[in-house]
């Protein structure tokens, strides 16, 4: 973990270094609580109380009411990289310390709430249960972004893929759409880009491009697969490799509609690996 937390600081320090480039990408490491809430000024930098519905905790469909202290998400992303991190077409990445990796394009930031805490309101330890059998629970510190899914169903049903916990950086830069949807991939495959992107590519990666923890290239992968174990892998991976750390694509989701995402991916990811390479 020590390895993997200094090739990241090197890593964000030849970000940094390079931030003059125009189409550069721009890495903050997140201060301490009391350090954000200093930088953020008195205005905003006093902590808030927010109540979500913790999709880490959904237990036979129902989601408690966790409270929350932190600071408004878009307050900090200002603090840390300026108004301009609103432009249109970037992406937020917001990178844990176990390498795990959420993309959230900035547009979501405009459609939806978002906190980013660091504490529970109650005093309990600042952690979820883990739902593995005898899994220890799991802590979310420094940082936890929460969405405001208490009105919103669309949110509800999406689960916790956008919910990045133990976040200790974030950056800023330009889409990485391309990697997803080269030349030579017909346009209409851009919903199922999207699907891999919320889903997938937290972990995994396409072309390169998405997460550290598990990174597979699935374009790769999914030629070993037929569509019938491709559905059940994704569907239901511990009945595939009992145990196993991958989770089930979409729970939150109706099985139709899940059964319908593992095809379309499957069929994008089928295209775009006959599709030479980059
Ligand atoms: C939270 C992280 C995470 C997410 C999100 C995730 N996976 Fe995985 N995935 C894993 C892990 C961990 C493994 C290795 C599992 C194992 O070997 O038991 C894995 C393995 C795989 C494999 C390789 C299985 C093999 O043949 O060894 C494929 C293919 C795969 N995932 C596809 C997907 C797809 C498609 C999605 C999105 C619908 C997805 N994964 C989402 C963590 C994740």
Sequence with gaps: MKAAWFARAVAAALVMSSACAATAVRAAELPTPAALGAQLGPRIGQAVT???LEPHLKHEGHMPEVRYVGYPADAVLTALFGPGWRSPGQELTFRAL????????????????AWLVHARADGRPFQVDNDQPGGKPV????????????SSTALQAE????WPYQVVSVDVGPSSTHALLPAGLAATYADAAALARTHCLSCHRIRGYGGDKM????????????RATWRRWLLEPASVRPGTAMPPLAEGLPAPER??????LYDYLQTLSALPAR
């Design 50 to 52: 927010v109540a979500v």
């Design 98 to 113: 176990d390498g795990f990796m959420s993309r959230i394009p900035v547009e979501r930031f405009a459609q939806h709430r």
């Design 139 to 150: 802590p979310l510190g420094p940082f936890y972004l929460v969405w405001d899914n208490r």
């Design 159 to 162: 689960g916790g893929m956008q």
């Design 215 to 226: 990174p597979l290239e699935l374009d790769v992968m999914v030629r070993g697969y037929d």
């Design 259 to 264: 059964a319908a995402i593992a095809q379309r």
